[in-house]
Structures are given as structure tokens and as C-alpha cells.
């Protein structure tokens, strides 16, 4: 069925730092690709989302490309904050599944400062 | 603009009591959604309406878990009788339709622990 893989946690990373988290995904057709994060305390929200191959999302920093020939969504943010704490979760949605969500397991990251 | 509310925000109870669930949805929106999400894993679906009509309850365990949207605004999720497994965080969402690539925007969840 269809599918997204994400890094395991948690990831620690200091305030500066380079942040990589890996989303590689399984899914009949054509999905479209989120990243989800979830603040302390609060609800999940859309961070970003890519609707075709090569598209970039991109949002406070964050950005992913829908690589195709690879599967994959990766999310990237070049100087991480203290605010950037949170558990980030990776998704897909497909037309042949009436648009529902598949999350995956989520990626929990502490930023020190 | 208010986002959803949920209620309550905690809630503990005893196996085989009943215990519901509250969600306001943002206003206008016709699409609302209930997710289960357990511990270390990433939400899942039990039940999307488009205003009061259920059109996706296939994950709901209907023994046990029912639902209902009234009016097509505010929504209420029932467990009955609650089991220990039932423990979790049960989000509620919601967006302006349930098609296409409309936004889901999520309330903050309750989470369930049953002793």
C-alpha cells in the first residue's frame, strides 16, 4: 500500500547545525508529499508540501525536493534554531486513496543551545 | 481566526467506561477528520466527513468507537466500553473540502490513558 519511510529519532543538533531528515516513500500513481510538525503542546501543522516531481516546498528555512527517480522527500533547514524543536512527520496523499493521508512515524528533534 | 478546539485535553479512566471526545472545527470548514495517534507512530485516519455525512469510516472499529457530526459543525467521538489499548492521542482536523490538496489544520489532541 502506499506508504513514506522517515529517519528514526530522536536527532539532537546544536543551534546552527545542519538538519537532514530522510523521507523515502511507496505509492501506486502520483503522490503528493507533506512535511508535518508538531510544536510541544500543540497541533500538527503543515510545514510544506510538493505536488509533482522536482517541485520544492519551502517554508521558515525548511525546504524538500519530490525527487521521483529516487523516492524520496528529504527535509533540509541550513541553521537550525532552539525554536525548531519539535517532531516532524513526513506524508503522502494519493487520488486513488480519495486524497487521504499516510503519515509516517514522525522524527523527534531537540535543538540545543 | 480560531483554530480547532479540542476537549478535553486529558482524560483518564478505567476500562469498560465510556468517554467522548469534542472537536469544533474552524469556521466554514466542511471536512472534518478523526485521527488516532498512538505513542512513537504517525496519526491515522479513523473517520472523515464532509459536513454531516460520514464518507470515510473504514478504520473506525464500529464494536466500539462511533461518531457523529450534527449540523455539520461540531463533532463528538465515543468509545464504548474503553479498552487499555485504546490509549492514545485522538486528533481531530479539519479543512475547507476533503478533496484535492486542501490543508488539514490540526487541533492539539486528547490524549487518553486507561487504567
Known amino acids: 500500500g502506499d506508504s513514506v519511510t522517515q529517519m528514526e529519532g530522536p536527532v539532537t543538533l546544536s543551534e546552527e547545525a545542519f538538519l537532514t531528515i530522510n523521507c523515502t516513500y511507496t505509492?501506486?500513481?502520483?503522490?503528493?508529499l507533506f512535511w508535518y510538525v508538531q510544536y510541544p503542546g500543540e497541533g500538527l501543522q503543515l510545514l510544506l508540501k510538493a505536488t509533482k516531481a522536482d517541485d520544492k516546498g519551502s517554508n521558515k528555512g525548511f525546504e524538500a525536493t519530490y525527487r521521483k527517480e529516487t523516492t524520496s522527500f528529504h527535509l533540509e533547514k541550513g541553521s537550525v534554531q532552539v525554536s525548531d524543536s519539535a517532531v516532524y512527520f513526513c506524508a503522502l496523499s494519493v487520488p486513488t486513496n480519495d486524497y487521504k493521508l499516510s503519515f509516517g512515524a514522525g522524527t523527534t528533534v531537540t535543538v540545543r543551545a | 481566526e480560531a483554530g480547532v478546539v479540542q476537549s478535553p485535553r486529558y482524560k483518564i479512566i478505567e476500562k469498560k467506561q465510556p468517554v467522548a471526545f469534542w472537536c469544533n472545527p474552524i469556521?466554514?470548514?466542511?471536512?472534518l477528520y478523526w485521527y488516532l495517534q498512538n505513542l512513537g507512530q504517525g496519526p491515522e485516519l479513523l473517520i472523515r466527513?464532509?459536513?454531516?455525512?460520514?464518507?470515510?469510516d473504514s478504520q473506525l472499529p464500529k464494536d466500539r468507537f462511533s461518531a457523529e457530526r450534527l449540523k455539520g459543525v461540531d463533532s463528538t467521538l465515543k468509545i464504548q466500553p474503553a479498552e487499555l489499548g485504546d490509549s492514545a492521542v485522538y486528533l481531530c482536523?479539519?479543512?475547507?473540502?476533503?478533496?484535492?490538496?486542501?490543508?488539514?489544520?490540526f487541533g492539539p489532541g486528547t490524549r487518553l490513558l486507561v487504567l
Open positions: 466527513y464532509e459536513n454531516e455525512e460520514a464518507v470515510d
Open positions: 482536523a479539519s479543512s475547507l473540502g476533503g478533496r484535492g490538496l486542501e490543508t488539514q489544520y
Open positions: 505509492a501506486t500513481g502520483y503522490p503528493s
Open positions: 469556521s466554514g470548514h466542511n471536512t
